[in-house]
């Protein structure tokens, strides 16, 4: 009700959708959208060095040190978000919110590599500038929706099983090679279906840390399975 109030009340309607494209962006998605009939125009992913860096091998305590080649390393992680949300047929804006101990050098070279995968990318310094550290953002995010087409679609069919549907977001988002289902669980599946919520969307928790669900495989994990 909230976003859809806002919609009419301005020209653009801007809401944080949640933590990341595998699990916040994904429900706002697959889950909201349907439900409020949006049709969201363009996203704004929100990177930070500090932890594109730690997805590079880097512990928490050495964040804070410039780090030019975990960087480099850690960003496969960011492109499989970018990626999750071109699933969707939206075009996005990488926003890199800056911290006090990004390097001029790090700052640059996390712009210069989103340019090279054709993703437009500002530098958010709402933090330390106020509204101001946003107007570079905000004008690049309006000549994303002045230049580029968005054709939103969901990314599974209602009227799939419940456990495809899992299947789907598993391999599509998580990158995950299959789920693995307890038999616990495939017995609720079945009663669900029975009682007739077959057809509702999926609503996935799981670990932040990862795109997979084990909090250690940090980056962009590969060859892994997903357990329900």
């Known amino acids: 009700m909230a976003t859809q109030l806002a919609v ?4 653009y309607a801007i809401t944080e959708a949640g933590f990341g494209a595998d699990l916040g962006a994904e429900k706002f998605l697959d889950i909201k959208c349907r439900q409020a009939n949006l049709n969201p125009e363009a996203v ?3 990177a930070t060095v500090r932890a594109l860096k730690m997805h590079g091998g880097v512990a928490k305590k050495d964040l804070e040190n410039e780090n030019l080649e975990a960087l480099k390393a850690g960003l496969g992680n960011l492109e499989k978000h970018i990626e999750n949300i071109a699933k969707f047929d939206l075009p996005c804006i990488v ?6 101990t990004d390097t001029k050098a790090e700052l640059e070279l996390l712009k210069e590599i989103c340019k090279q995968k054709g993703v437009d990318v500002a530098i958010s310094e709402v933090w330390a500038k106020g509204a101001d550290g946003g107007i570079e953002l905000a004008e690049k995010l309006l000549e994303v929706l002045d230049t580029k087409e968005a054709h939103f679609e969901p990314l599974y069919d209602l009227n799939l099983p419940i456990a495809d549907k899992i299947k789907v977001i598993a391999k599509e988002i998580y990158g995950g090679d299959d789920v693995t289902f307890t038999k616990k669980v495939m017995n609720k599946m079945k009663k669900y279906e029975a009682q007739g919520l077959g057809q509702l969307p999926i609503c996935v928790a799981k670990t932040q840390y ?6 250690a495989l940090l980056g962009r994990p590969e060859g892994f399975d997903i357990t329900v």
């Open 44 to 46: 704004v992913i929100v």
């Open 95 to 100: 926003a890199i919110n800056a911290f006090p």
């Open 210 to 215: 990862s795109l997979s669900d084990n909090p």
């Open 8 to 11: 009419k009340l301005g020209d």
